[in-house]
């Protein structure tokens, strides 16, 4: 019967090398994850592009602009 305690001891050594092993690997992949998306990749998202109307305005100098920027504004020189 000594032998079969011998045995459950590897086992179980066995067990715990491979679950510390994994959770060095779940931590690491993590930091990894995390440091390719910069600070927090859940805060760190991109805004949402805009789409602005074609139309035209002419400015004071004679030229014309389209809208443009974040609030699809009329910019002239």
Known sequence: ???GID???LNMLK????????????YYATVVF??????S?????KPEPVA??????QCPDG???GRSGPNC?????
């Open 1 to 3: 019967m000594g032998g």
């Open 7 to 9: 045995a459950l001891k």
């Open 15 to 26: 067990t715990l090398i491979i679950l510390a092993a994994a959770i060095v690997f779940a």
């Open 34 to 39: 995390e440091s390719s998306f910069g600070e």
């Open 41 to 45: 990749w859940e805060g760190n998202q």
């Open 52 to 57: 602005c109307t074609a139309d035209a305005m």
């Open 63 to 65: 030229s014309y602009v």
């Open 73 to 77: 504004e009329f910019v002239c020189p």
